[in-house]
């Protein structure tokens, strides 16, 4: 497949890496010759130096034949130009990064799609969204909704009060409510079989459906955990304006800015009941009269991973007990969970999710990468005379690596056993590593 990313920021060449590693034929468009330079000496790509919104620069770039053009550059309007000239040359799908949320509205969504912008992408509000799944159930370091919340995918870390510890999964009950995908033990991602056990600090996936959560929380020992009331954010970016939206209203929150104009200008952006202070939210200090030792969640939202990380640590040790970390360097992903930072949020990897969704040529409802493990749960729904209609699924020989934790019927969530007979209609939610997502077409097909 061909595709042609517009942007050598921080997205476009983390979406380049990625899919060049899948063995794609890559190009990467950018006016920097240097950014350019180091991405083509480490990574199976090839680099062109050219302005995205220039006909000539995307003919050159060879768009005509591209299957995908993605536009990430940091101007949202170079981006919408560049899809719309690229559409024009013959590019088959497009993607534009954008920074306004209303161009995501129904009415809007399809005026761009007249234009040739088939998909729009804006990680500020995709973050926001996770950030606030993330304070709504302070238990969870991960939950992801398929089939408008038919069934739900729990990440959860697990502690020594947990019920399930050092179990085989081949002793626990055949009546269980829900299905473990896939367990995460440092570096290395685990698809249970019969003999695997979970251990303390595995990070585990449930799929079950939503009347089960409360189960789930208690097997896993989260009962402790209470509802968050109160919420202090460190930095005023557009995603921390974005999470103000989508948290419930009796949720006390309060935003540290320490840019005095960027302080007045969120009076403009937000809601009278969110409290803006000016100062550094790094400061003990500071944190200390804003009642940090009263706070129940504490997010990190600054441009540093680094001092994201430390602040959520700095919170912890003051008793808040569920942080959330912005942090978009990938290599300290790892690090953050080591450390036990609550949930982390990544643009780039909630980027990814809508790359991956447009470059199958199966109808995929929906990708999602998983932030703690290498790995994507895709929701794809099964066409008349599918292949995986044919057989049960013991039968259907999917690829290890590959585990269908759940299928939606009529709208309602279902477990699935190695007995069950999917049919045409239903969706299935399949959790599988990075680069399998192509191998399993065929299964719907």
């Known amino acids: 497949m061909k595709i042609v990313i517009a942007g050598a920021g921080a997205v476009g060449t983390h979406l380049a890496k990625m899919l060049s590693v899948e063995n794609e034929n890559v190009i990467l468009l950018d006016e920097s010759e240097e950014k350019l330079g180091k991405m083509e000496s480490l990574f199976d790509l090839q680099a062109i130096v050219g302005d995205p919104t220039k006909i ?66 804006y990680p500020e509000q995709l973050a926001a969204e996770e950030i606030a799944t993330s304070i709504k159930y302070s238990w969870v370091r991960q939950m992801l909704e398929f089939g408008d919340g038919a069934l739900v995918m729990i990440g959860v870390k697990m502690r020594d009060n947990a019920s399930l510890l050092n179990i085989p ?83 006390d ?49 600054s441009d540093n991973s680094e001092t994201n990380i430390l602040a959520c640590l700095a919170a912890k040790r003051c008793g808040v007990y569920r942080t959330v970390s912005e942090v978009e360097n990938i290599d300290y992903i790892s690090m953050a969970e080591s450390m036990d930072i609550g949930s982390v949020i990544n643009k780039k990897k909630l980027a990814a999710s809508t790359i991956f969704q447009m470059m199958l040529n199966t109808d995929v409802l929906s990708v999602k990468c998983l932030t703690f493990i290498q790995a994507v749960v895709a929701e794809f729904p099964v066409s008349e005379g599918a292949y995986i209609t044919t057989k049960p699924v013991k039968n259907l020989g999917l690829p290890i690596g590959a585990n269908i934790g759940g299928l939606i019927r009529n709208g309602e969530g279902m477990h699935v056993t190695g007995n069950t007979m999917i049919q045409a209609g239903d969706h299935v939610i399949i959790f599988c590593r990075e680069n399998f997502l192509k191998k399993l077409e065929r299964y719907f097909k």
């Open 56 to 121: 000539s620069a995307l003919t050159n770039a060879g768009v005509s034949g591209a299957e995908l053009f993605v536009a990430v550059t940091p101007d949202e309007s170079r981006n919408i130009t560049a899809c719309i000239l690229a559409h024009y040359l013959g590019a088959k799908k497009t993607i534009a990064r954008i920074d306004n949320y209303e161009y995501l509205l129904p009415k809007n969504k399809a005026y761009f799609a007249s234009l040739g912008v088939d998909s729009l992408i």
């Open 253 to 301: 929150v309060k935003i540290i800015e320490s840019d005095l104009s960027r302080c007045h200008k969120l009076l403009e952006l937000v809601d009278d009941k969110v409290m803006i202070i000016n100062g550094d939210a790094r400061d003990p200090e500071l944190l200390r009269s804003e009642g940090i030792d009263r706070t129940d969640a504490f997010v990190a939202l």
């Open 169 to 251: 999964f081949k002793e626990l009950s055949k009546e269980i409510p829900y299905h473990i995908v896939a367990i995460q033990r440092g570096d290395e991602t685990i698809i249970p079989r019969g003999n695997d056990v979970i251990l303390v600090d595995d990070f585990v996936c449930f799929m079950t459906t939503r009347d089960q959560i409360p189960y789930i929380r208690k097997i896993t020992g989260k009962e402790k955990f209470t509802e968050v009331r109160s919420v202090i954010i460190m930095g005023g970016s557009r995603i921390a304006v974005r999470t103000t939206k989508l948290i419930p209203d009796n949720i």
